[in-house]
């Protein structure tokens, strides 16, 4: 019996400091930071350009232009991954230019990329019939050992 005493205590206690940290967090905690937001409705796939963005005080819509809309994104709705996502510089099955730098001397390769990738992301490079590479990718259709 005191057991489940105890126990019934620990689960009040754990629910109490659940609903109070959920209450806490629900309430504004100042100012809100600087946001991005569609400037008008936005289809999948579109590309963000400096129209269609419109932005908060000091935040800077140069840093998503260029990126690609994952899903339909309404006028007004704040601009964030992963609605938004950096776009796509190597496409899987397209061919790719493999560089390796050692020790100053840089060789580099033609290959096929197996995954797609933006601009820092890990894909893997078919390099022949039994060979492939994780890879990282560097610019359009060029990737880098890491």
């Known amino acids: 019996m005191p057991r489940r005493l105890a126990l019934a205590s620990i689960v009040c206690l754990l629910w109490a400091h659940v609903a109070l940290a959920q209450r806490a967090t629900s309430r504004s905690a100042g100012p809100q930071a600087p946001a991005l937001r569609a400037a008008h409705d936005l289809s999948r796939g579109a590309t963000l350009g400096a129209a269609d963005i419109a932005a908060d005080s000091s935040a800077d819509p140069a840093a998503i232009e260029g990126w690609v809309t994952q899903r339909v994104v309404r006028r007004g709705e704040v601009l964030h991954e992963p609605a938004i996502t950096r776009p796509s510089l ?3 099955g397209t061919p790719v230019h493999l560089q390796a730098t050692v020790d100053g ?3 580099s390769r033609d290959g096929t990329a197996i995954t797609a990738g933006s601009l ?3 894909v893997r490079v078919r390099l022949d019939a ?3 590479v994780t890879a990282v990718v560097a610019g359009p259709a060029t990737v880098k050992l890491p």
Do not use: I, L, S
Request: hydrophobic letters at 35%; aromatic letters at 0%; glycine letters at 8%.
């Open 90 to 92: 190597v496409k899987a």
């Open 130 to 132: 039994q060979r492939t």
């Open 120 to 122: 820092g992301d890990q």
């Open 105 to 107: 001397v840089t060789v």
